[in-house]
Nanobody, 122 residues
Framework: QVQLVESGGGLVQPGGSLRLSCAASGTIFTIDAMGWYRQTPGKERELVASIISGGSSNYADSLKGRFTISRDYGKNTVYLQMNSLKPEDTAVYYC????????????????WGQGTQVTVSS
Protein backbone atom coordinates (compact mmCIF):
# COMPACT_ATOMS: atom_id res chain seq x y z
CA GLN A 1 0.00 0.00 0.00
CA VAL A 2 1.35 3.40 -0.95
CA GLN A 3 1.07 6.36 1.37
CA LEU A 4 2.06 9.99 0.99
CA VAL A 5 2.70 11.81 4.22
CA GLU A 6 3.15 15.57 4.30
CA SER A 7 4.80 17.60 7.03
CA GLY A 8 6.03 21.11 7.64
CA GLY A 9 2.83 23.11 7.55
CA GLY A 10 1.89 25.60 10.22
CA LEU A 11 1.40 29.22 11.08
CA VAL A 12 3.85 31.80 9.75
CA GLN A 13 3.90 35.57 9.58
CA PRO A 14 3.73 37.40 6.25
CA GLY A 15 7.17 37.50 4.68
CA GLY A 16 8.22 34.32 6.43
CA SER A 17 9.22 30.94 5.07
CA LEU A 18 8.14 27.34 5.41
CA ARG A 19 9.43 24.11 3.97
CA LEU A 20 6.98 21.34 3.25
CA SER A 21 8.03 17.72 2.90
CA CYS A 22 6.18 14.77 1.46
CA ALA A 23 7.46 11.24 1.71
CA ALA A 24 5.98 8.42 -0.35
CA SER A 25 6.22 5.04 1.32
CA GLY A 26 5.24 1.49 0.52
CA THR A 27 6.01 -0.62 -2.51
CA ILE A 28 7.23 1.85 -5.15
CA PHE A 29 8.97 1.06 -8.42
CA THR A 30 8.83 4.42 -10.19
CA ILE A 31 7.07 7.75 -9.92
CA ASP A 32 6.68 9.87 -13.04
CA ALA A 33 6.16 13.15 -11.22
CA MET A 34 5.61 14.55 -7.76
CA GLY A 35 4.04 17.83 -6.96
CA TRP A 36 2.17 20.14 -4.66
CA TYR A 37 -1.34 21.48 -4.98
CA ARG A 38 -3.29 23.76 -2.69
CA GLN A 39 -6.93 24.37 -1.95
CA THR A 40 -8.93 26.97 -0.06
CA PRO A 41 -12.59 26.64 0.96
CA GLY A 42 -14.95 27.02 -1.96
CA LYS A 43 -12.21 26.87 -4.56
CA GLU A 44 -10.84 24.14 -6.76
CA ARG A 45 -7.53 22.52 -5.98
CA GLU A 46 -4.80 24.26 -7.94
CA LEU A 47 -1.29 23.32 -8.98
CA VAL A 48 1.50 24.93 -7.01
CA ALA A 49 4.49 23.14 -8.51
CA SER A 50 5.49 19.79 -9.91
CA ILE A 51 8.73 18.04 -10.79
CA ILE A 52 9.17 15.15 -13.19
CA SER A 53 11.64 12.29 -13.09
CA GLY A 54 14.01 14.08 -15.43
CA GLY A 55 14.24 16.99 -13.02
CA SER A 56 12.23 19.57 -14.92
CA SER A 57 9.89 21.58 -12.76
CA ASN A 58 6.72 23.51 -13.40
CA TYR A 59 5.24 26.29 -11.31
CA ALA A 60 2.05 28.26 -11.12
CA ASP A 61 2.89 31.57 -12.77
CA SER A 62 1.94 33.59 -9.71
CA LEU A 63 4.35 31.65 -7.50
CA LYS A 64 7.49 31.68 -9.61
CA GLY A 65 10.40 33.18 -7.73
CA ARG A 66 8.94 32.60 -4.28
CA PHE A 67 8.44 28.83 -4.21
CA THR A 68 10.96 26.14 -5.08
CA ILE A 69 10.24 22.46 -5.54
CA SER A 70 12.87 19.77 -5.18
CA ARG A 71 12.92 16.01 -5.04
CA ASP A 72 15.02 13.31 -3.41
CA TYR A 73 14.61 10.38 -5.76
CA GLY A 74 16.27 7.90 -3.44
CA LYS A 75 13.87 8.74 -0.64
CA ASN A 76 10.77 9.25 -2.83
CA THR A 77 10.40 12.60 -1.14
CA VAL A 78 9.41 15.96 -2.54
CA TYR A 79 9.96 19.31 -0.89
CA LEU A 80 8.43 22.72 -1.31
CA GLN A 81 10.40 25.70 -0.08
CA MET A 82 8.08 28.66 0.32
CA ASN A 83 9.56 32.10 0.82
CA SER A 84 8.09 35.59 1.16
CA LEU A 85 4.79 34.08 2.15
CA LYS A 86 1.64 36.14 1.78
CA PRO A 87 -1.77 35.81 3.46
CA GLU A 88 -3.18 34.66 0.13
CA ASP A 89 -0.89 31.62 0.30
CA THR A 90 -3.03 30.35 3.17
CA ALA A 91 -4.45 26.99 2.11
CA VAL A 92 -4.31 23.28 2.63
CA TYR A 93 -1.34 21.98 0.65
CA TYR A 94 -1.58 18.51 -0.85
CA CYS A 95 1.20 16.30 -2.10
CA UNK A 96 0.65 14.34 -5.30
CA UNK A 97 2.49 11.42 -6.84
CA UNK A 98 1.61 10.99 -10.48
CA UNK A 99 2.17 7.91 -12.59
CA UNK A 100 3.30 5.74 -9.69
CA UNK A 101 4.06 2.10 -10.43
CA UNK A 102 4.44 -0.32 -7.54
CA UNK A 103 6.29 -2.85 -9.72
CA UNK A 104 7.46 -3.17 -13.30
CA UNK A 105 4.20 -4.45 -14.85
CA UNK A 106 1.94 -2.36 -12.65
CA UNK A 107 -0.32 0.23 -14.20
CA UNK A 108 0.29 3.86 -13.41
CA UNK A 109 -1.81 5.42 -10.66
CA UNK A 110 -2.00 8.76 -8.91
CA UNK A 111 -1.85 9.18 -5.15
CA TRP A 112 -2.60 12.06 -2.80
CA GLY A 113 -1.49 12.95 0.68
CA GLN A 114 -3.89 13.95 3.42
CA GLY A 115 -2.96 17.63 3.23
CA THR A 116 -1.17 20.02 5.53
CA GLN A 117 -2.48 23.41 6.59
CA VAL A 118 -0.42 26.50 5.87
CA THR A 119 -1.64 29.70 7.47
CA VAL A 120 0.03 33.05 6.77
CA SER A 121 -1.11 35.63 9.27
CA SER A 122 0.23 38.24 11.63
Amino acid sequence: QVQLVESGGGLVQPGGSLRLSCAASGTIFTIDAMGWYRQTPGKERELVASIISGGSSNYADSLKGRFTISRDYGKNTVYLQMNSLKPEDTAVYYCNAQGLKRYWRDSRSDYWGQGTQVTVSS
